[in-house]
C-alpha cells in the first residue's frame, strides 16, 4: 500500500469514529462476523480497536493488498456511516473524484485543503464526478479515454474515490449488514478490481500519448 495519503480524503469523509449511535451493536457483531469470513477468504485478518467498533480487515484480492474499513461523516446535522476500500494498484496517478450528485458540500476551510493537499478542479466532462489532482493535463487525459469514463460512471454510488501513489480508496455510504456479507463483499471488490485496472491500462495510454506528444 501507499505510504502517503492526502489527508483530505479522510479530513472530508471525517476522522474515524466509533459511530455507535448509527448502527446498532448487534449489526457491529454481524459485521464484525462477516468480516472474519472474508478476511479468511483473502488470507488476511479482522480486527476492531474496541469491542463496540466497528471492525476493518486487510488480505489479499487477487494478488492485491486491500484494506476494508469504516469512517464517518459529518454533514453539518448529521453523522453518516461510511464503507471504504482500498485496493493497490500500478498506477503512480495522482486524482480525486467527488460525487456530484448527492455529496455534501466541502466547507470553505476544507475546499482550502483540498487545493492545497490535492490540487485545483480539473474540467473533465460526460463524467458524474468533481475531479481534483495535482497532475491536472494528465488526469484530464486518463478520465477522457471512453474506457476509464465508463468505469467511472459506473461508480455513482460511491462519494468519492481517490487514486494516489500506487493505491486505489473508494468511500460510499453504508446501506446496512448486506454489503459487508462475503457475497456482496465479493462483488464490490471485483468492482473496484475492474476500475483500477481500467486506470492501469489508461495510465499506459496516457503515458503513450504523452510520449508521442513531446
Same mark, same amino acid.
Given at each position: 500500500?501507499?505510504? !502517503?495519503?492526502?489527508?483530505?480524503?479522510?479530513?472530508?469523509?471525517?476522522?474515524?469514529?466509533?459511530?455507535?449511535?448509527?448502527?446498532?451493536?448487534?449489526? =457491529?457483531?454481524?459485521?464484525?462476523?462477516?468480516?472474519?469470513?472474508?478476511?479468511?477468504?483473502?488470507?488476511?485478518?479482522?480486527?476492531?480497536? /474496541?469491542?463496540?467498533?466497528?471492525? !476493518?480487515?486487510?488480505?489479499? !484480492?487477487?494478488? =492485491?493488498?486491500?484494506?476494508?474499513?469504516?469512517?464517518?461523516?459529518?454533514?453539518?446535522?448529521?453523522?453518516?456511516?461510511?464503507?471504504?476500500?482500498?485496493?493497490?494498484?500500478?498506477? +503512480?496517478? +495522482?486524482?480525486?473524484?467527488?460525487?456530484?450528485?448527492?455529496?455534501?458540500?466541502?466547507?470553505?476551510?476544507?475546499?482550502?485543503?483540498?487545493?492545497?493537499?490535492?490540487?485545483?478542479?480539473?474540467?473533465?466532462?460526460?463524467?458524474?464526478?468533481?475531479? =481534483?489532482?495535482?497532475?491536472?493535463?494528465?488526469?484530464?487525459?486518463?478520465?477522457?479515454?471512453?474506457?476509464?469514463? +465508463?468505469?467511472?460512471?459506473?461508480?455513482?454510488? !460511491?462519494?468519492?474515490?481517490?487514486?494516489?501513489?500506487?493505491?486505489?480508496?473508494?468511500?460510499?455510504?453504508?446501506?446496512?449488514?448486506?454489503?459487508?456479507?462475503?457475497?456482496?463483499?465479493?462483488?464490490?471488490?471485483?468492482?473496484?478490481?475492474?476500475?483500477?485496472? +481500467?486506470?492501469?491500462?489508461?495510465?499506459?495510454?496516457?503515458?503513450? /500519448?504523452?510520449?508521442?506528444?513531446?
Amino acid at each position: 500500500m501507499i505510504s !502517503y495519503i492526502p489527508l483530505t480524503f479522510f479530513g472530508i469523509i471525517g476522522a474515524v469514529g466509533l459511530a455507535f449511535f448509527v448502527h446498532g451493536f448487534a449489526n =457491529r457483531q454481524k459485521i464484525f462476523a462477516a468480516f472474519n469470513e472474508i478476511a479468511a477468504q483473502l488470507n488476511g485478518a479482522a480486527g476492531r480497536s /474496541a469491542v463496540w467498533a466497528y471492525p !476493518y480487515l486487510s488480505g489479499t !484480492y487477487e494478488d =492485491r493488498p486491500v484494506k476494508i474499513f469504516f469512517h464517518t461523516s459529518e454533514n453539518h446535522t448529521v453523522s453518516v456511516l461510511n464503507l471504504v476500500v482500498e485496493m493497490g494498484m500500478t498506477s +503512480r496517478d +495522482r486524482l480525486l473524484l467527488l460525487q456530484k450528485a448527492g455529496f455534501r458540500e466541502p466547507k470553505p476551510e476544507q475546499k482550502a485543503r483540498l487545493e492545497e493537499e490535492v490540487g485545483p478542479i480539473v474540467s473533465v466532462d460526460g463524467i458524474p464526478f468533481d475531479v =481534483r489532482s495535482p497532475e491536472g493535463g494528465r488526469a484530464a487525459v486518463l478520465l477522457k479515454f471512453p474506457e476509464v469514463a +465508463r468505469e467511472v460512471s459506473a461508480m455513482t454510488p !460511491y462519494n468519492q474515490i481517490l487514486v494516489w501513489d500506487g493505491s486505489l480508496l473508494a468511500s460510499k455510504q453504508f446501506e446496512g449488514v448486506a454489503e459487508t456479507l462475503p457475497d456482496a463483499m465479493k462483488a464490490t471488490l471485483s468492482r473496484i478490481l475492474s476500475l483500477a485496472k +481500467r486506470f492501469e491500462a489508461g495510465h499506459g495510454e496516457a503515458s503513450g /500519448a504523452g510520449a508521442r506528444t513531446a
